[in-house]
C-alpha cells in the first residue's frame, strides 16, 4: 500500500492550492481519507476528513469555510483544497487512511511541505 501526496508549494497569504492523495495497493473506496498537518515547532493536527462513502465531512475549527476536502474513488485519490491562505497553514501535510470504522488511521503518505507567505 501506498499513499503519494503531492501539490505542496509555495503561495502567497490569501492564495489557493490544491493538494492530491493517490493510493495505491487498495480500494480507496473502503476508507475514511483524513488529513493532517505539522506545523515547525508543532506537534502533528487533524485537518479534516472525509468518510468513506463521502456522505460528509469534518474540518477542524481555524480551517472550517477555507478548506475542502473531496474524493475521486474512481481515480483512487482524495484531495484538500485550501483556500485564503494564511501564514500559519504552512506544515507539512499529510494524508492518511483508515477503515470505515476503525479507530486509527492505517495508511499515511510522506507529506508534502505548504508555505505561506504574507
Known amino acids: 500500500v501506498q499513499l503519494q501526496a503531492s501539490g505542496g508549494g509555495l503561495v502567497q497569504a490569501g492564495g489557493s492550492l490544491r493538494l492530491s492523495c493517490a493510493a495505491s495497493?487498495?480500494?480507496?473506496?473502503?476508507?475514511?481519507v483524513g488529513w493532517f498537518r505539522r506545523a515547525p515547532g508543532k506537534e502533528r493536527e487533524f485537518v479534516g476528513r472525509?468518510?468513506?462513502?463521502?456522505?460528509?465531512?469534518d474540518y477542524t475549527e481555524s480551517v472550517k469555510g477555507r478548506f475542502t476536502i473531496s474524493r475521486d474513488d474512481a481515480k483512487n485519490t482524495g484531495y484538500l483544497q485550501m483556500d485564503s491562505l494564511k501564514p500559519e497553514d504552512t506544515a507539512v501535510y499529510y494524508c492518511?487512511?483508515?477503515?470505515?470504522?476503525?479507530?486509527?488511521?492505517?495508511?499515511w503518505g510522506q507529506g508534502t511541505l505548504v508555505t505561506v507567505s504574507s
Open positions: 492518511a487512511l483508515k477503515r470505515a470504522f476503525a479507530g486509527t488511521y492505517n495508511f
Open positions: 495497493g487498495l480500494a480507496l473506496r473502503n476508507y475514511v
Open positions: 472525509i468518510k468513506w462513502d463521502a456522505s460528509s465531512t
